[in-house]
Nanobody, 129 residues
Framework: QVQLVESGGGLVQPGGSLRLSCAAK????????IGWIRQAPGKEREGVSC????????ATSNSLKDRFTISKDNANKMVYLQMDNLDPEDTGIYFC??????????????????????WGQGTQVTVSS
């Protein structure tokens, strides 16, 4: 089983920033697509951003791409989500998730996707004054 561990959530004021981290406990990050998905209270899960393990491709939701940036460090098997100019509407649990290469390593991904094979526990982000 692939293990994913999120960190970096917390309480931040509107307009502030947070950087979320996802540690992927796998042999190599190259094989996987990694996504960030969030769930606000009372709402269904929403795909935020994604990045491919073996290519430079990444994607972020159109409504968030001016403020959120995904990145990765293959050597350390880490994926990050930089969140700037946060709004109370960004409050929720943020999950990282992984999709296995079936049958090949992915060359692209869709930010809105919430379909993944492996999920982390999530980290809470609260944006409030």
């Amino acid at each position: 089983q692939v293990q994913l561990v999120e960190s970096g959530g917390g309480l931040v004021q509107p307009g502030g920033s947070l950087r979320l981290s996802c540690a992927a406990k796998v042999a190599t990050l190259d094989y996987y697509t990694i996504g960030w998905i969030r769930q606000a209270p009372g709402k269904e899960r929403e795909g935020v951003s994604c990045i491919t393990g073996s290519y430079d491709f990444s994607a972020t939701s159109n409504s968030l791409k001016d403020r959120f940036t995904i990145s990765k460090d293959n050597a350390n098997k880490m994926v990050y989500l930089q969140m700037d100019n946060l709004d109370p509407e960004d409050t929720g649990i943020y999950f990282c998730a992984a999709r296995a290469p079936i049958p090949i390593v992915a060359s692209s991904c869709e930010a809105a996707s919430t379909t993944y094979d492996y999920w982390g526990q999530g980290t809470q982000v609260t944006v409030s004054s």
